[in-house]
């Protein structure tokens, strides 16, 4: 199984400023399959990214995602009050079971 | 646009069985397009994929929990199920289910992009 370690836990930051979350897996996720999720609370995931960095329909271009091999990032590079919520990333490479990260909080400073 | 909604007859006690379905709207379920999928995610942790499955019925499960677990589809009423056997409080989360991307994108059992609202199961005696 791979182990996906979402870091940091909790990103405190002001709105306007660039938020970057990292994503780092246990071995090397085939096709860069990894994708990243927002979550407000009491909703579920909505998708933002997949294929490390194809925008899910709908994403505002402020979203971006990167990486390869083991290790990820998700961008925002603009944040808007909307956009404080917390992430998660999973991957969904050809070895199962898919699996998702613990997540980082992203929070008003 | 698809909207899927997970119904089911609320707390769960130990060691009893949790039953689920998933009625999805707006589109077919019986296509070749998509996989169709539950994922639970525990009170204040990551979600955690249980299995999915295909129009003809072909499962894959998670290993964690494959023992416990089936997956079964009713293309006529446009519904998939979810039930989890021996039930205990570590099984407690919010269960969705959801739909998979296009397999065109990539692996079939790809990312999720169309999830339920999902439903709170507890078990509890």
């Known amino acids: 199984e791979i182990v996906l370690t979402q870091s940091p836990a909790i990103l405190s930051l002001s709105p306007g400023e660039r938020a970057t979350l990292s994503c780092r897996a246990s071995q090397s996720v085939n096709n860069a399959y990894l994708g990243w999720y927002q979550q407000k609370s009491g909703q579920a995931p909505r998708l933002l990214i997949y294929?490390?960095?194809t925008r899910a329909t709908g994403i505002p271009d402020r979203f971006s995602g990167s990486g390869s091999g083991t290790d990820f990032t998700l961008t925002i590079s603009r944040l808007e009050p909307e956009d404080f919520a917390v992430y998660y990333c999973?991957?969904?490479?050809?070895?199962?079971?898919?699996?998702f990260g613990q997540g980082t909080k992203l929070e008003i400073k | 646009q698809m909207q899927l909604q997970e119904s089911g007859p609320g707390p769960v006690k130990p060691s009893g069985t949790l039953s689920l379905t998933c009625t999805v709207s707006g589109g077919s379920i019986n296509t070749m397009k998509y996989y169709w999928g539950w994922i639970r995610q525990p009170p204040g942790k990551g979600p955690e994929w249980i299995g999915s499955v295909y129009y003809h019925g072909r499962t894959y499960l998670n290993p964690s929990l494959e023992s416990r677990v089936a997956i079964l589809i009713d293309t006529a009423k446009n519904q998939f199920s979810l039930n989890l056997t021996s039930m205990t409080a570590a099984d407690t989360a919010v269960y969705y289910c959801?739909?998979?991307?296009?397999?065109?994108?990539?692996?079939?059992?790809?990312?999720?992009?169309?999830w339920g609202q999902g439903t709170l199961v507890t078990v509890s005696s």
């Open positions: 294929g490390t960095s």
């Open positions: 999973q991957q969904y490479s050809s070895s199962l079971p898919n699996t």
């Open positions: 959801a739909r998979h991307g296009d397999i065109l994108t990539g692996y079939f059992l790809n990312y999720f992009d169309s």
